[in-house]
């Protein structure tokens, strides 16, 4: 049998603290809602330049059927991959290129001046004066030239004729052959079977970016682009710079999906834009590997295509990008994130929010270099995973713009350093649940403009100084279950914009400071579990705007201000395991929002008429260990809607009202054990359908239990599954004061308490 719990763990179950945590500006939507309106990811269309061709020059000495021309247009053509194939016919105007650059636009072999002496001689015999002919006949005359040619005998003439037709053939022959060559050498480059010569299997479905052929970027030869991009990642290496071709790590399995399998097929080109957009596909595609990548949750379009999406098909899942093209959010929330943060993560230098958050299998520290590297970010959530190290200093005196902080529910440790005091920009900085330990360098988070501080759970130690009333900004204070000590300073009462404070579970000692009064705008309020002495301030009185007081398990002394009847906004009253005094002041019966009253272990000696008038909302009340005295009011059966009564553990006598059976039909839970009551335990009881636990031991109660009350236990179908009562034999040979055939547990008896 379940032995019923300590009158200390009914504290610690017993109540919801509807813990205000406020507003903290995070990311929570699937559309990565960052801190601000403008940082808000949409899907748009970018159409982002790629850079042109770049010139190359031609060789100005052209061969005399413009060879050299042919070549370097087809050579150009196709390594540069225009529409993933080559076209025979590019139409354009003119043949050779006047200037020299060797773009004869079309495959005609002869020269100029041959296809004009065609056109003119009937003999369609090509004449010696072409300024690329054979003879170079250049420093003749015209006519000198064609006298010579018609003064050789016939045979002769024939014999040339059939000589420089037959090698005009081979020519064109070879350079068909060269031509072909090319052709299939590009073709072999690009790879077969997706758009832009991709290589993409039968799954691969990502979007394929610049398929407009005239934006296509300029390709090189395999060996080139691996030569060349393996050059590039070495001199901006952040692991080492032989991590990348070390087999295995995720740099050198990003660095081969550049090289051999990317559908992008980028090459570096020289070009500072170019350089860029390889360094961001290759930082994504080492985060993809070095996080577990093929095993995430959602995964779509990760490396096929374009990383930020082209012409209305969507980017790689979970990364948003600006209109340059440059990766401006990535945002991971429960994806099954596996391993460590890279270091190449910090190449993505334009990046803004980057959230990793929920995933426990993200371990390791964060990486230096995303402090040094990431110099536009405004928002940093590295939350709840498996993060551990301290919080790189680079953090503090690189990252100028960050606006959020967000590392809560790792296992960090460390001292917050007074570098902090670099982010004047900063907002919000939340660590809760840690190891964070040290002072907490007030002085230096008062140099910026904080609106929320969350340090919860952590080490930090020493006073709360008074530098933190020097925020005026600030609004939320959350500095519970920490080691602080010393007393609350008075300054406190300068932070006028606060909207929830959380003290709870430190060292500290002392009065409240009557400042707290100035703190209209506060809705929370808790300081329990520590040890702050003295009276409660009537200057509470003033903190209109309050919806939770929490300032229970201190050593506060005294009567509860009537001054409390102000808080006409009041939800919840936790006061428990102090050293009040005196009659629940009247007043609480002005608190119509009120619907937890817990006010046990205390030495309060009344329950006043008055709260009957909060019926209509209070839900739960709490009076055990106190010293109340008389018998319990009826005014306790006008609190209609009721869940949850603890009246044990007083000086209570008399009868139970049957009217809480008959009105209290939503009670749950009811503890009337240790005190003096008489009589017969209601039959009205038996209308609690709803009830759960029912203690009555301890009493002097006499007589049978209704068979209806019985009927509400879990062996009969019912809910109640805690059920004692005086049913044992208090002297042996005695019979029992209550005869109880249902219950669970019956005293006297060793596992009975009180």
């Excluded at 507003?23 to 159409?47: N, P």
Aim: hydrophobic share 35%; proline share 4%; aromatic share 6%.
């Amino acid at each position: 049998m379940v032995l019923r719990k300590t009158h200390d763990e009914f504290i610690d179950e017993g109540i919801e603290e509807n813990e205000y945590a406020g507003e903290v500006g995070i990311d929570e939507s699937d559309d990565f809602s960052a801190i601000m309106e403008d940082t808000i990811i949409s899907d748009i269309d970018i159409d982002r330049h790629v850079p042109e061709e770049a010139d190359e020059d031609a060789d100005e000495d052209q061969s005399t059927f413009g060879f050299a021309s042919v070549t370097s247009s087809i050579t150009r053509e196709t390594l540069a991959g225009e529409s993933g194939r080559y076209s025979a016919s590019r139409e354009t105007t003119g043949a050779n290129d006047v200037e020299g650059r060797g773009e004869t636009g079309r495959f005609d072999f002869m020269s100029e001046g041959t296809k004009d002496q065609t056109d003119s001689d009937v003999s369609g015999v090509p004449p010696f004066n072409s300024p690329g002919g054979p003879s170079g006949g250049a420093n003749r005359s015209a006519s000198a030239t064609k006298k010579a040619y018609y003064d050789e005998p016939d045979g002769a003439r024939r014999r040339r004729r059939l000589f420089l037709i037959g090698g005009g053939v081979l020519v064109v022959a070879a350079v068909l052959i060269a031509v072909g060559l090319v052709v299939a050498s590009g073709n072999k480059d690009k790879g077969g079977g997706g758009p832009n010569g991709s290589d993409l299997s039968e799954n691969d479905s990502g979007p394929i970016a610049n398929a407009n052929p005239t934006e296509s970027p300029t390709l090189a030869p395999t060996e080139t682009r691996e030569r060349d991009i393996g050059d590039l990642l070495r001199t901006v290496a952040l692991t080492s710079p032989d991590a990348v071709f070390v087999p295995g790590t995720p740099q050198n399995h990003a660095f081969q999906w550049l090289v051999d399998t990317d559908p992008l097929r980028l090459g570096p080109d020289g070009s500072h834009k170019m350089n860029n957009r390889i360094l961001q596909r290759y930082a994504l595609a080492t985060f993809y590997h070095a996080t577990g990548g093929g095993n995430w949750g959602s995964r779509n379009n990760w490396l096929q295509g374009d990383e930020c999406g082209y012409q209305g098909v969507q980017g790689w899942f979970g990364v948003g990008c600006n209109d340059l093209g440059m990766v401006r959010v990535l945002a991971f929330d429960d994806n099954n994130l596996n391993g460590e943060i890279p270091n190449e993560l910090a190449l993505l230098t334009a990046i803004e929010n980057l959230v990793l958050k929920n995933n426990k299998g993200l371990t390791g520290t964060i990486p230096d270099d995303i402090g040094s590297n990431m110099i536009e970010m405004r928002q940093l959530a590295l939350y709840n995973n498996g993060l551990t190290g301290s919080i790189p200093l680079t953090v503090f005196n690189g990252l100028t713009k960050l606006l959020y902080l967000n590392l809560q529910d790792n296992r960090m440790d460390g001292k917050l350093p007074p570098d902090i005091g670099n982010l004047k920009s900063l907002r919000k900085l939340i660590l809760f649940n840690n190891d964070f330990n040290g002072p907490l360098h007030a002085k230096e988070i008062a140099k910026g403009q904080l609106e929320y501080l969350g340090l919860s759970g952590n080490r930090f130690s020493g006073s709360i100084a008074h530098q933190i009333g020097n925020i005026p900004t600030l609004e939320f204070l959350y500095l519970d279950e920490n080691d602080f000590t010393g007393t609350i300073d008075t300054k406190i009462g300068k932070l006028t914009e606060l909207l929830s404070v959380n003290l709870d579970s430190n060292r500290l000692q002392g009065s409240i400071p009557t400042e707290f009064g100035n703190l209209v705008n506060l809705e929370y309020w808790s300081m329990r579990n520590n040890s702050l002495s003295g009276g409660l301030p009537t200057e509470v009185g003033n903190m209109i705007s309050l919806q939770t007081v929490n300032l229970a398990t201190n050593k506060i002394a005294g009567s509860i201000p009537e001054e409390i009847g102000n808080l006409v906004k009041l939800k919840n009253l936790y006061l428990f395991q102090n050293k009040l005094q005196g009659e629940i002041p009247a007043t609480i019966g002005m608190l119509e929002k009120l619907k937890v009253i817990f006010l046990s272990s205390n030495e309060l000696i009344g329950i006043p008429n008055e709260i009957s008038d909060i019926g209509d909302t209070l839900v739960e009340l709490y009076l055990s260990d106190n010293r109340l005295q008389g018998t319990i009011p009826d005014k306790i059966c006008e609190l209609v809607n009721l869940e949850v009564l603890f009246l044990d553990t007083n000086q209570l006598k008399g009868q139970i009202p049957p009217c809480i059976g008959n009105r209290l039909v939503d009670l749950k839970q009811l503890y009337l054990f240790n005190n003096g009551l008489t009589g017969q335990i209601p039959e009205e009881f038996k209308n609690l359908e709803k009830m759960t636990a029912l203690g009555l031991e301890n009493n002097m109660f006499a007589g049978d239990v209704d068979e209806g009350i019985c009927a509400l236990t879990d062996e009969e179908g019912g809910l109640l599954e805690e059920f004692w009562s005086d049913c044992a034999n208090r002297n042996s040979g005695l019979e029992a004061e209550v005869d109880c055939a249902c219950c669970d547990m019956c005293c006297p008896g060793a596992d009975c308490q009180g």
